[in-house]
Structure formats: structure tokens, C-alpha cells
């Protein structure tokens, strides 16, 4: 395993989907808070739009342009070349995904994205894994609201609890917030691809190497009152429970016995059986191609909420972590999940993977994995909340 230096490739990071939604706001973080000698750019396919970007961004005459589109294979493959760090938002990454991670894998960059489809995850693992070892690209999938609160916040709570023994951690996540019309697509998409999903996660099964000698899941939970927490606690089934438990896979530290469980929490009961009839409703009609267009329609590709809206949204994770006759709880907190904290996860973690001092891993690893420590603390400089509220 081979890792790139500086003086490899012209870019540190190249942010690709730059002009999209979260990806504007990912180049303004950048822009604003990345060390003065980064050596980065904004890849696309609109040149006019990437150079329209470029200009509004502080400290314009640094950042390259790079043009590259799904549909060109080559552009990706020189994208790829070019940098140390590739970090892309063009989804739904089952669409648009695989030829990047195919590029990032043989070239040996670093890929990084915002996707939160389990069987996008699921084929990339295995098609492009043991390829990304070769070559010593890291692979990190989920680096936005999905998954990094869940993952890092599950990491942080097993490093309050005793070490070798059987540990149990549940999260509940609240929020307060709005989502995009790229979130929403790829979100109707994933609804409406229930079997190839769960055929892609037979198929990754099939691939993965055993767990010897440790145990480390993350089974649905139950709906409950969670008295822990005050709240309804409803199982969320999102990609983030799969992060965790991968995480705990890898990593001894999540001891002998590591079960995950991944809740909503909801104050009211009224307000989470409404929840989960509206997504169930979606659901529904997302199985329809007519309901599904027109759905889609609703809400179009670049479009998302105000910065007002934005700057009004919160979220908040709590973990009950329990072991060794220990009780933690903690908590992971911020503001707007899925637009201003994600860009800003998503940009920390690109930082951390060109920057940080990390443990050495290639191809398809967790942000917990990969960048566990370093990236918690860039988070915690970046204000985002990370503390244990109780413990006994
Ligand atoms: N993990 C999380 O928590 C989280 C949070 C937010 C978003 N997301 C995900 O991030 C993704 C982006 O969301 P968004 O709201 O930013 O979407 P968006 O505004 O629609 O942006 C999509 C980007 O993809 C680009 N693109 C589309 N087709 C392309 C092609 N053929 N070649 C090159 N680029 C292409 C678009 O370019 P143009 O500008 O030229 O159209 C745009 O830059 C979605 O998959 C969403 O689900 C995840």
C-alpha cells in the first residue's frame, strides 16, 4: 500500500459536483476555512458554472477548474490523476457513482462521498475494494449527516466505556430540518430499488471476510419509549446503523460483543406515527414510475432550503452506550444537518484524509476507520458538539 505525497499529483482536493447544492456550499467552507497553501479545484461538467463559482469564491485565483461529466469515462479518469483527494456530490451515486470510485480505486486517490444508498455502498465493496487496496485509495462512502454524527458519535461513545468487554450502544437521532431536491432524488431512487438493494447486500456478504473470534452487529431495534432519552424511539432503517456496525467490525476497540441499534426520537407519539406514515407514504408511492415523476418534480436538482431555513436547523444524537458495568450517555450536536453541517463534514473530512496523520488503511473504510480521532477534533474545532452528558 502506497500513499501519495504532495508532490504526486497538482491538487490536494478536487470537489467534484461543485456546482450543485451541497457542493456550493462545501467550496465556500473550503474557501473560507482551508489552510492558506491547499491546492485545490472544482471539477464539473458546466465550465461556465464552475468559473461563475470560482469567482465568487474568496481567494478566487487559487482554486483550478476542471471539467469532467459522468458520461465521459476519460474525464473521469484524468480527474482522478489529478488529485490526492477526490470528494464528489454527484448523485444519486447509483446513477452517476461507480466510474469515480472505478478511477479513484486504480489511480490510487482517495475517494470520498455523500451517499447514503446501501447498495451503492454495497456494489462498490464489491467491485472496487480489493482493487483500492492495491493501490491504497481509501474508499469513504457516507460523509455527511450520513453517516458521520452516527458513525463518529458511536466511535466516541465506546472510547467513554471499558475496554474487552461486550458493549451495547443505541443512538437516537432528533432534528429539525428540511432537505434538498438532490436529497429528495436520491432518496425516491433508493425507495424504488428495494431488490436490487437487498440483492447487493447478499452479494457483499457473500465477499466479506468472516468476523473470527469477535461479534459486531446492528440489528433493527423495536418502537419503544425510550425512557434513557425521554422520547419515542422508532428504528430508522438509513444506511447508518450498516456504518456503524462496520465500524465495530474493524476495530477491536468496539470489544468482543458490539450491538448497534439506530432510533428516531420522537417527544410526542401522535407526531412519530405521523412521521412514519408520511415516509411510508412515500415509500408507497415511489414504487409507481408515474407518482414517482411527478414527485420528483416537485423538487428540482440545485434547489434547497434558504440559508434563513438553514440557519434555524438543528440536530441532535444522543448515545446510550453500555458495558462493563458502565452507562454512558452522549451527545453529537449542530446545526443544519443536511446542507450547512454536512458541507462542513464533508470538506473536514477531505482536509483530514490530504492532512491528518491517520492509521494506515486502503480501500473501503468508515470514516471511524479511516479518520476516527483527527476528524472528531477538526469537528469539535469546526463546532460541532461531541461530549458525554452522564455517565456511571
Ligand atoms: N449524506 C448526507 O447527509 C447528504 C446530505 C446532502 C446531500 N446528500 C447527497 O448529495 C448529493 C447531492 O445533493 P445536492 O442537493 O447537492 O444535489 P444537486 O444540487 O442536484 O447537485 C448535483 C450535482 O451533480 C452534478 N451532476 C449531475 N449530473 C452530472 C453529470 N452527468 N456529470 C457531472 N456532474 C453532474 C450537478 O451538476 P450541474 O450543476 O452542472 O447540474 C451538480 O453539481 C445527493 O445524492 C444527495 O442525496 C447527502
Not at 25 to 48: K, V
Not at 220 to 242: H, M, N, S, Y
Amino acid at each position: 500500500m502506497s500513499r501519495l505525497n504532495r508532490t504526486d499529483r497538482p491538487y490536494d482536493i478536487v470537489l467534484f459536483g461543485a456546482t450543485g447544492f451541497v457542493g456550493t456550499l462545501t467550496a465556500e467552507y473550503l474557501a473560507a476555512h482551508a489552510p492558506d497553501d491547499l491546492r485545490w479545484a472544482i471539477a464539473g461538467r458546466n465550465e461556465q458554472k464552475l468559473e461563475q463559482l470560482r469567482d465568487r469564491l474568496p481567494g478566487t485565483g487559487k482554486v483550478g477548474v476542471l471539467r469532467a461529466d459522468v458520461g465521459d469515462p476519460a474525464s473521469l479518469r484524468e480527474l482522478a490523476e489529478h488529485a490526492r483527494v477526490v470528494a464528489t456530490t454527484v448523485g444519486p451515486y447509483v446513477t452517476y457513482g461507480e466510474e469515480l470510485v472505478a478511477a479513484c480505486a486504480d489511480s490510487g486517490a482517495d475517494y470520498l462521498d455523500l451517499t447514503g444508498e446501501p447498495e451503492f455502498v454495497d456494489l462498490m465493496y464489491v467491485r472496487h475494494d480489493a482493487r483500492a487496496r492495491e493501490t491504497g485509495a481509501r474508499l469513504v462512502h457516507a460523509c455527511g449527516f450520513d453517516s458521520i454524527p452516527h458513525d463518529l458519535g458511536a466511535y466516541f461513545t465506546v472510547r467513554q466505556l471499558p475496554e474487552g468487554v461486550p458493549l451495547t450502544v443505541d443512538g437516537f437521532v432528533t432534528a429539525d430540518a428540511t432537505f434538498s431536491g438532490g436529497t429528495f432524488a436520491s432518496a425516491l431512487n433508493q425507495f424504488s430499488r428495494v431488490r436490487p438493494m437487498l440483492a447487493a447486500e447478499r452479494d457483499r456478504k457473500r465477499h466479506e471476510p468472516r468476523l473470527v473470534g469477535r461479534r459486531a452487529g446492528a440489528p433493527t431495534g423495536v418502537p419503544r419509549f425510550a425512557k434513557e432519552v425521554g422520547a419515542w424511539a422508532l428504528p430508522l432503517p438509513t444506511i447508518d446503523p450498516q456504518i456503524v456496525g462496520r465500524s465495530a467490525k474493524a476495530l477491536e476497540r468496539y470489544g468482543p460483543d458490539f450491538r448497534y441499534r439506530h432510533y428516531a426520537a420522537v417527544r410526542h407519539l401522535p407526531l412519530a406515527l405521523g412521521g412514519a406514515a408520511a415516509v411510508g407514504g412515500l415509500f408507497a408511492a415511489a414504487q409507481l414510475p408515474p407518482a414517482r415523476r411527478w414527485l420528483s418534480d416537485r423538487l428540482k436538482p440545485g434547489d434547497g432550503p434558504s440559508a434563513e431555513k438553514r440557519a434555524k436547523s438543528w440536530f441532535k444524537v444522543r448515545f446510550v452506550g453500555e458495558g462493563g458495568g458502565r452507562q454512558v450517555l452522549t451527545e453529537v450536536a449542530g446545526g443544519d444537518p443536511g446542507y450547512d453541517e454536512t458541507a462542513k463534514m464533508f470538506a473536514e473530512s477531505a482536509l483530514s484524509l490530504a492532512f491528518d496523520d491517520l492509521p494506515p488503511t486502503a480501500g473501503q473504510v468508515t470514516t471511524a476507520v479511516a479518520m476516527g480521532d483527527a476528524l472528531t477534533e477538526r469537528l469539535r474545532r469546526a463546532g460541532i458538539t461531541f461530549r458525554v452528558a452522564a455517565s456511571r
